[in-house]
């Protein structure tokens, strides 16, 4: 979609209901940290992106800056809550994440990485913290009235991924289509969590260590439908979460839909 912004997608296209998502409004993305002068400039002039929502922590962000995209107000919202990760002693300095492939197969045979792998979608459903960024998240999108909105992480998979099944969510989509959407950023890391789950194999590993590096150098399908689980075990639906823990209603979603919907 772009020359260098990694794993990146329009929402547009997708099929709701009757309806499809709008295109051009609607951006997922990685970092812009590797951006070129061209990707930029789609940004600026095709899109016409006017917010960008970074849900990286400040000093991941600053381990790779955004580079600038002219128009767009930048929005810093870190989903993570690295303040009870430091409490709980299970905080992992920003260095290691950068360089995680590199570690990945080794991570992989620890019990805090298979804790994080099994628990990280759930922590964003549940955590009071991550709620709040995401409720921000959706009602900012809902004060943007014209141009593109784009989201992102490091990798714009999970954090992003939560973003995207929200908004979906909110926009009517059902489970399949939140849970297709989300498996999608597979198709962009399937090579590298091949080869990672073959290193893993080849030092002894089985299918408790190959999950990790699914889930930290792609996306764990399962857990994130646990997590759909977990909402609905606590929530009854969708719906009422959006409501409840992120502002979001019938009335919110319906003014989305007119925007979004086509």
Same mark, same amino acid.
């Given at each position: 979609? #772009?020359?260098?912004?990694?794993?990146?997608?329009?929402? @547009?296209?997708?099929?709701? *209901?009757?309806?499809?998502?709008?295109?051009?409004?609607?951006?997922?993305?990685?970092?812009?940290?590797?951006?070129?002068?061209?990707?930029?400039?789609?940004?600026?002039?095709?899109?016409? !992106?006017?917010?960008? #929502?970074?849900?990286?922590?400040?000093?991941?962000?600053?381990?790779?800056?955004?580079?600038?995209?002219?128009?767009?107000?930048?929005?810093?919202?870190?989903?993570?809550?690295?303040?009870?990760?430091?409490?709980?002693?299970?905080?992992?300095?920003?260095?290691?994440? !950068?360089?995680?492939?590199?570690?990945?197969?080794?991570?992989?045979?620890?019990? !805090?990485?298979?804790?994080?792998?099994?628990?990280? /979608?759930?922590? $964003?459903?549940?955590?009071?913290?991550?709620?709040?960024?995401?409720?921000?998240?959706?009602?900012?999108?809902?004060?943007?009235?014209?141009?593109?909105?784009?989201?992102?992480?490091?990798?714009?998979?999970?954090?992003? *991924?939560?973003?995207?099944?929200?908004?979906?969510?909110?926009?009517?989509?059902?489970?399949?289509?939140?849970?297709? +959407? #989300?498996?999608?950023?597979? +198709?962009? /890391?399937?090579?590298?969590?091949?080869? $990672?789950?073959?290193?893993?194999?080849?030092? @002894? @590993? *089985?299918?408790?260590?190959?999950?990790?590096?699914?889930? #930290?150098?792609?996306?764990?399908?399962?857990?994130?439908?646990?997590?759909? +689980?977990?909402?609905?075990?606590?929530?009854?639906?969708?719906?009422? /979460?959006?409501?409840?823990?992120?502002?979001?209603?019938?009335?919110?979603?319906?003014?989305?839909?007119?925007?979004?919907?086509?």
């Amino acid at each position: 979609m #772009f020359e260098a912004i990694v794993n990146a997608r329009d929402l @547009g296209g997708i099929r709701i *209901g009757d309806k499809v998502v709008r295109k051009g409004l609607l951006l997922r993305t990685g970092h812009l940290n590797d951006a070129t002068e061209e990707d930029v400039r789609r940004l600026q002039e095709e899109f016409h !992106l006017r917010r960008i #929502f970074d849900f990286r922590g400040v000093p991941e962000a600053a381990l790779q800056p955004d580079v600038e995209v002219p128009g767009a107000e930048v929005i810093q919202l870190p989903t993570l809550d690295i303040s009870a990760e430091q409490a709980s002693g299970d905080a992992i300095p920003d260095e290691t994440w !950068l360089n995680l492939p590199q570690h990945i197969v080794r991570l992989s045979f620890t019990r !805090l990485f298979q804790k994080k792998a099994r628990a990280l /979608y759930p922590s $964003l459903v549940l955590s009071e913290f991550s709620q709040l960024q995401y409720a921000t998240f959706l009602n900012l999108i809902l004060e943007t009235e014209e141009g593109a909105v784009l989201w992102h992480c490091s990798q714009g998979k999970d954090r992003t *991924g939560i973003g995207a099944a929200l908004l979906l969510a909110a926009l009517g989509a059902d489970r399949e289509t939140i849970v297709q +959407d #989300f498996d999608r950023s597979n +198709d962009t /890391y399937r090579p590298l969590v091949e080869r $990672l789950c073959a290193d893993v194999e080849a030092a @002894g @590993g *089985g299918e408790v260590e190959k999950e990790v590096v699914r889930a #930290f150098m792609g996306v764990s399908v399962r857990n994130f439908c646990h997590a759909l +689980d977990v909402i609905e075990a606590n929530w009854g639906t969708m719906g009422e /979460y959006l409501e409840e823990q992120m502002a979001i209603g019938p009335g919110e979603c319906e003014r989305l839909r007119e925007r979004y919907l086509a």
